[in-house]
């Protein structure tokens, strides 16, 4: 029996997490979650799945709650509670499914307490990649990732030598206006750009995705997850979803990750390493369905925030932290209609130009420039 902490139980990638948890309750147990305002859900989770802890946004949430619940557990809020979450004494793995760098100081204190890191959460390596895996190193915490790109290069490289990896390829769907040209998506609306063909996310993942900031955050991220080299990571495009990611190694030869577009699995994965369970819900991969893939190269001037990711990751510090604070105001903006769709992009290039950036940031400095990104972007909605 694995005893899991999941931070962000009522998004999308945490209700997943509950329904993993949920098909295999010999496997495992909540012992501790967190949301934010979605307190009917969370309420509901709490009493089916009896957590010890729990954590809310704010402490009126947490007051209304207490009269909800059926089962005895502690109630915490805001940074404090989701600390507390993370440092759970009764967990053995802790699934980051929070949204945004508030993930980033939760993970931190679960890696100094020698929490399994099941991470979702892609800005907690964007923003720190550098502080969080010497961490994980330092304090011999494996950091599996849940993003199926990158659980599919993990799965890739089980058994390999890195050192023998050429390249890895990760693989993009091409979101909401894959088929769009940039005089297209002068007039997209929200409702439009949610409206993903693949997967089913969340609303800002999926903005990301149109814009396919979601991809070049995952670049950065799997520059630290695997300790490798920008030149050595590709992205192409592939509009199936059928293939995560690949890997190439030095001999020619590609191991593929293939599978249904099901987040269950890679989180499923991440949960049950080194060993496999059958998942019992969703449909499995027919290639005879299928019928073709497809693949196209990446065009870095028809998504531009593909090649701020790679640029500002190749130059580090806290350039990074500027490209996903900027990031978020600005789909944040678009989300509530303050902004168009390509003023996305825009912003964000303003945000990382005006930026000087520091090289080798600590803890402190990095949350000064993540506040600094998130204000500058916020001056230019006046």
Known sequence: ????????????????????????????????????TNATLGVKFINEFRPKRVSVATREIAEEIKGTIDTACQVYYGEEGLMEVA??????????????????????????????????????????????????????????????????????????????????????????????SRKDLEGVTVEQALNHPNWSMGSKITIDSATMMNKGLEVIEAHWLFN???????????????????VEF??????????TPDMKVPIQY?????????????????????????????????????????DAGRIGGTLPTVLNAANEAAVGAFLKGQIRFLDIEVFIEKALEQHESIKEPTLDEIRQVDHMSREYVQSLLV
């Open 1 to 36: 029996m694995k005893n899991i902490s999941v931070l962000g139980a009522t998004g999308s990638i945490g209700t997943q997490t509950l329904e993993v948890i949920r098909a295999h309750p010999d496997q495992f147990c909540l012992t501790s979650l967190s949301f934010g």
């Open 87 to 180: 440092v759970d004494p009764d967990s053995q793995i802790l699934v980051n499914a929070v949204m945004g760098s508030i993930g980033l100081n939760p993970t931190m204190a679960a890696i100094e307490e020698k929490k399994t890191i099941a991470l979702a959460n892609k800005e907690t390596l964007v923003t720190a990649g550098h502080i969080i895996m010497e961490n994980a190193r330092k304090h011999g915490v494996e950091i599996i990732p849940v993003d199926s790109e990158h659980s599919a290069i993990y799965q890739c490289l089980n058994g390999e030598n890195i050192k023998e990896m050429s390249k890895m390829i990760v693989t993009a769907s091409g979101g909401s206006f894959r088929d769009y």
């Open 228 to 246: 490798t080299p920008y030149d050595k990571i590709d992205v192409l495009l592939h509009r199936e979803s059928v293939i995560h990611s690949m």
């Open 250 to 259: 030095i001999d020619g030869s590609v191991i593929a990750h293939l599978g």
């Open 270 to 310: 991440a949960l049950t390493l080194p060993d496999r369970l059958e998942v019992l819900k969703g449909k499995r991969l027919n290639l005879v369905e299928v019928g073709q893939l497809h693949f196209e190269e990446m065009d870095l001037q028809r998504f531009p925030c593909l090649r701020f990711a790679f």
